[in-house]
């Protein structure tokens, strides 16, 4: 989803709440209108409450609203109903469930469209964050350190190499995971799933491939992990992921890499093009990671 249905989808939730919470108290009144002597005290409030906006407030007629409203009291309590029941009681007491304050998104708001980027950035575990991460290399550390520097900046891109089973799944995951804390849109994606998603939309003609180069490129966060281990296409793969790279490169949206190959394995494996945004460390930290096969010391 694009940062718009993300948001819609979000705003969703928080009018279904608010609608649950004022429907709950439409069927209690419901229930109590039912009672004639209820409805009628009921109907000579909001006369009362008429008359009062349109020609001002007397002692005499604050009395009467103060009087009708203790009768609807007793009224709705003698129904076995507390009238506390008759007030919406929403989830959120700072916007009253409208995802709003002042104009801006409530912290409400802010929670739902975190967890569902979450739940549309195809995570592989979701544990994986830098407040979970056991890294105990000083280099690896210094490296989650520039990472997560790159998550809050929003320039440059991130290009992860390193020997398998060193981490690098993982710290892609925890920089989805801050980036959508930031309220960052974030994709996750292996590169063979990115490389049959490029053969299925070429196959599929122009508005398929134009499809999905729109949802690859308008995500504020791409990330790409295992880069090198997808088959190649010939016509196909590395003219999509050019595509893909430059176009957000022009628009200025990150994109983080991980890949087992060196730096060599990739200028050998993508032609110079392709190598020249993966590598580019003006607008890329190419960094390392080290040490064993996490997989195995376990």
């Known amino acids: 989803m694009n940062k718009q249905q993300i948001l819609q989808a979000a705003q969703r939730v928080i009018d279904e709440r608010r609608y649950h919470a004022e429907e709950k108290v439409m069927h209690t009144l419901n229930v109590l209108r039912r009672d004639p002597e209820w409805a009628s005290t009921e109907q000579q409030l909001r006369a009362l409450q008429v008359d009062i906006a349109m020609h001002g407030c007397s002692d005499s007629l604050r009395e009467q609203e103060s009087a009708l409203h203790a009768r609807l009291d007793e009224l709705t ?12 009681h929403y989830c959120c007491d700072k916007c009253n469930d409208t995802g709003y ?61 390193g020997n398998v089973g060193t981490g690098k799944t993982y710290l892609l995951t ?56 997808e088959k190649k296409y010939r016509n196909i793969s590395a003219e999509y992921l050019f595509v ?5 490169m022009t628009h200025g ?25 993966l590598a580019d460390q003006r607008s890329t930290l ?7 096969d996490k997989r195995l010391s376990h």
Request: charge should be negative.
């Open 77 to 88: 309590e003698r129904a076995g109903i507390s009238p506390d029941e008759l007030t919406p």
């Open 253 to 277: 949206r990150q994109t983080f890499i991980s890949t087992n190959f060196s730096l060599q394995d990739l200028r050998s494996a993508y032609d110079e093009r392709i190598f020249s945004r």
């Open 286 to 292: 190419v960094a390392q990671l080290v040490g064993k």
């Open 101 to 161: 304050v002042d104009g801006a998104h409530c912290t409400c708001l802010q929670q739902e469209i975190r967890a569902i980027i979450i739940a549309d950035s195809d995570l592989p575990d979701k544990t994986y964050t830098f407040e979970n991460s056991t890294e105990t290399d000083r280099h690896n550390k210094t490296v989650y350190r520039y990472a997560r520097e790159l998550c809050h900046d929003g320039k440059r891109n991130l290009l992860l190499v």
């Open 174 to 229: 925890a920089c989805a995971s801050l980036c959508a804390q930031l309220d960052k849109s974030v994709l996750y994606i292996t590169a063979y799933s990115l490389n049959n998603a490029f053969l299925n939309a070429h196959l599929a003609g122009s508005e398929s491939k134009d499809a999905l180069l729109d949802s690859l490129t308008d995500v504020d966060i791409l990330l790409i992990d295992d880069l090198g281990t």
């Open 244 to 248: 893909l790279l430059n176009e957000r």
